[in-house]
């Protein structure tokens, strides 16, 4: 089946640091989805591209789609303790009756 | 907009028994719903999909005799945990779409614990 690889894995940073985590597959998406989940509950979507190139922001977030429509990153800027969480992308395919498959995850720990 | 309420949001009770686990969509028309199961430190695994007025589409590995679906509304689905094991202890998570091409919204989950 489709694979998503999500990196890196985890990230400890200190409050104020931009960051940075990114998807890749070796399948095409029609769409990237990126959404946070704190412990104990569901994810919250982030933010949804819908075209290759896209680049869009949500406040201090910014996503992209990659030109291949292969890949996708997520970028957070000045990083607050409250940024903390994990983080997945998710890839929908047309092909795959707009199922989603996730990549593993990013655990992002923020220092104060 | 786009809510999607998951309850109870957590179980805790005796094997054998079956739980009930139930998925609304406030706020829009969940053409589809989807359940998950997240183990810890891990990323979500998909378990079945649901249309309304459909028989839930299982993926492969999840007996469907065990994890009974139903979605009878275009607001409402719920899974029901049969005779529940110590194995069966995991996070539950359903999302409700809309269209196929529009994002999946989440619930809160559900952390159900077999004794």
């Known amino acids: 089946g489709q694979q998503l690889n999500q990196s890196p894995q985890s990230m400890f940073i200190q409050e104020g640091e931009d960051v940075s985590m990114n998807c890749t597959s070796s399948?095409?998406?029609?769409?990237w989805l990126w959404y946070k989940q704190e412990p104990g509950e569901g994810p919250v979507l982030l933010i949804a591209?819908?075209?290759?190139?896209e680049l869009t922001s949500n406040g201090r977030l910014t996503a992209q789609f990659g030109i291949t429509r292969k890949d996708s990153f997520l970028n957070i800027s000045a990083s607050i303790p409250s940024d903390v969480g994990i983080y997945f992308c998710?890839?929908?395919?047309?092909?795959?009756?707009?199922?989603?498959?996730f990549g593993g995850g990013t655990r992002l720990m923020v220092k104060p | 907009g786009a809510v999607v309420s998951q309850h109870p949001s957590r179980v805790i009770c005796k094997s054998g028994t079956s739980v009930k686990i139930e998925c609304r969509s406030l706020?829009?028309?969940?053409?589809?719903m989807f359940w998950y199961r997240q183990f810890p430190k891990q990323s979500l695994m998909l378990m079945a999909t649901?249309?309304?007025?459909?028989?839930?589409?299982?993926e492969q590995g999840v007996e469907k005799d065990k994890f009974l679906i139903n979605h009878a509304s275009l607001t409402l689905s719920t899974l029901t945990v049969t005779s529940a094991h110590p194995e069966d202890s995991s996070f539950y998570i359903c999302?409700?779409?809309?269209?196929?091409?529009?994002?999946?919204?989440f619930g809160d989950g559900t952390r159900l614990s077999i004794l």
């Open positions: 998710a890839g929908q395919s047309n092909n795959a009756g707009n199922m989603l498959t």
């Open positions: 399948s095409i998406f029609n769409t």
């Open positions: 591209l819908y075209k290759a190139g």
């Open positions: 706020d829009f028309q969940a053409t589809t």
């Open positions: 649901s249309n309304e007025g459909s028989k839930a589409t299982y």
């Open positions: 999302s409700g779409r809309g269209q196929q091409d529009q994002p999946q919204h």
